[in-house]
């Protein structure tokens, strides 16, 4: 793993990635972000030695290198899934390299089914805790100590200090942000009633099928770390409809402003 991440590192800093700060991981429909990066370089996914390869059709395929709010970011235009047949260590490959790079800090985007009914599609939910569905974990593999410490301590994964602030943000905005747990399941199905009433019987305010394996890999790594969700549906089971993946992208699409505001203004104060 050491040498794979020192070849990937080694490519991307003579491409021009030179020491960024922040880390930031789009997911479905939240790619107009790179529209307001001051782009210096970038890579593709298949260009890069070791990388996974995006299969996800609405996702791209690049890693952006560049100056956001006179900050200097990496951006995954892109990330990885377990259903996508890639192990959690292939998933979360890329967190490593960014953080071999220099990043101290990763944002990540995603999108999300409320379960928490209060909560309604098209809004955005502040992550403050997670529930791992996903039957494994990106850290156990043999080797890992010599990347960090084995047992990580996932007491408080998400940063205290940077929620605040998107909070404050939020506020200052009228921006809708709630704050919930989300919980990442394997996918790609979606969920059957009765695995609706679970989530919810177990706290999870939302579902997705990503974000805890990057989450844990930062964690692992001492990154500061915090997670915003695009809520794409609603998840009653009681009055459950089929899901038009394509009604899922275009709320994502319809909320992205949003995330674009608290990102950007986030980014202004790190």
Do not use: W
């Amino acid at each position: 793993m050491i040498k794979l991440i020192s070849e990937s590192t080694e490519y991307l800093q003579s491409k021009g990635f030179e020491k960024p700060e922040i880390g930031i991981i789009l997911g479905t429909g939240l790619g107009q972000l790179i529209d307001e990066i001051e782009i210096i370089a970038e890579a593709s996914y298949n260009h890069i030695p070791n990388f996974p390869t995006a299969t996800v059709e609405f996702h791209k395929g690049k890693l952006i290198y560049g100056l956001l709010e006179g900050k200097k970011v990496v951006v995954m235009q892109g990330r990885f899934h377990v259903y996508e047949g890639y192990t959690l260590q292939d998933v979360t490959f890329p967190v490593r390299i960014m953080e071999k790079l220099g990043i101290s800090t990763l944002l990540v985007s995603n999108a999300s089914g409320a379960i928490n009914l209060d909560f309604k599609k098209g809004e955005l939910m502040l992550i403050d805790d997670h529930i791992n569905l996903q039957g494994g974990s990106p850290l156990a593999f043999k080797g890992v100590s010599e990347l960090g410490e084995r047992f990580t301590d996932m007491s408080a994964p998400y940063d205290a200090d940077i929620n605040s602030k998107f909070e404050n943000i939020a506020k200052e905005n009228n921006i809708t942000l709630h704050k919930g747990v989300y919980a990442s399941v394997v996918g790609p199905q979606l969920e059957t009633r009765a695995e609706y009433r679970m989530l919810k019987i177990i706290g999870s305010d939302a579902v997705g099928m990503s974000t805890v394996p990057e989450i844990i890999v930062a964690n692992h790594l001492n990154l500061k770390v915090a997670a915003v969700s695009v809520l794409t549906d609603e998840c009653d089971p009681e009055n459950l409809k089929p899901v038009d993946i394509n009604e899922i992208i275009a709320m994502a699409n319809k909320a992205e402003p949003h995330m674009i505001t608290l990102f950007k203004e986030l980014i202004k104060t790190l």
